[in-house]
């Protein structure tokens, strides 16, 4: 069966490009918590928890179950005869969904994404950039983002959006290190201003206006995101982002070598 299911931005699911998402809000958040855990037992317990909180009723099993089924014949639509016992599996304490990695979203982003980020660990910055691009690339909008989210979901949810950010840094590296500095301008401008109190993506578009002859707009943005931390936060910036920030004055030649200095300019230590 080519069931597929989409969970970086909104919930989609479909078998053979005929959706099969649920339309009850509690049944896409039952198959989103499955699809996450693909491959895994989820637990009864887990799996109630998520549905209602604390403030389950007698009933709630019984629930479950209807919903189990429900969504067994969900994805029978278009399935060719075969059993949709065999995709959404009655376990011992649970249920699991058997689906590959490849057919779920966040499976094929963390593939490519762990792929990039081998690549940036041995030196090659260009299969970074273009693994990490391409994991990048799978997301639509926030992760479930039409879905409201029990605990369990809350907590994929964020550690999803850490490490989409974790990795956009490690691209935009990746492509300083190739000294595409300019093509990142835009790119870098946007994630400062939506991330103002942001180190790493502050540095960043520091480093890629100092490189493309914007050394003004370079210092000032250090002036900005100083004042910001200062205001919001109370502290300064990190010794290694002051330490960039001095080079810039200085005039340092290490400030416009893509690599490998560009860690050492800015590094905690």
Not at 86 to 96: H, K, N
Request: with cysteine; net charge neutral.
């Amino acid at each position: 069966m080519c069931f597929t299911i989409k969970l970086l931005g909104s919930f989609e699911a479909s078998v053979h490009d005929v959706s099969v998402a649920p339309s009850a809000a509690k049944q896409r958040q039952l198959l989103a918590l499955l699809a996450l855990n693909a491959g895994r037992s989820v637990p009864v317990p887990t799996i109630m928890g998520e549905l209602w909180g604390p403030d389950q009723t007698k009933a709630a099993g019984t629930t479950l179950h209807t919903y189990i089924g429900k969504l067994r014949r969900e994805l029978g639509t278009g399935q060719s005869g075969q059993d949709a016992k065999r995709i959404l599996v009655t376990e011992p304490a649970g249920y699991s969904l058997r689906v590959p990695d490849s057919n779920i979203d966040t499976g094929r982003y963390e593939q490519l994404a762990q792929a990039g980020r081998l690549a940036s660990d041995h030196g090659d910055h260009e299969a970074a950039s273009r693994n990490l691009g391409a994991a990048l690339s799978l997301w639509r909008g926030p992760a479930l983002s039409d879905i409201v989210p029990g605990q369990h979901l809350m907590v994929e949810i964020v550690r999803l959006e850490e490490s989409r950010l974790a990795d956009l840094d490690l691209r935009i590296e990746s492509d300083l290190r190739l000294g595409r500095h300019r093509k990142l301008l835009g790119e870098l401008a946007g994630l400062h201003a939506r991330y103002p109190m942001s180190e790493n993506f502050g540095t960043k578009y520091m480093l890629a206006l100092y490189r493309s002859g914007e050394q003004w707009r370079a210092l000032e943005v250090y002036q900005r995101l100083r004042a910001t931390m200062n205001e919001e936060l109370g502290v300064d910036p990190s010794a290694g982002l002051q330490r960039l920030h001095l080079a810039m004055l200085r005039g340092d030649p290490a400030v416009d070598a893509p690599a490998p200095d560009l860690p050492s300019l800015y590094s905690a230590g």
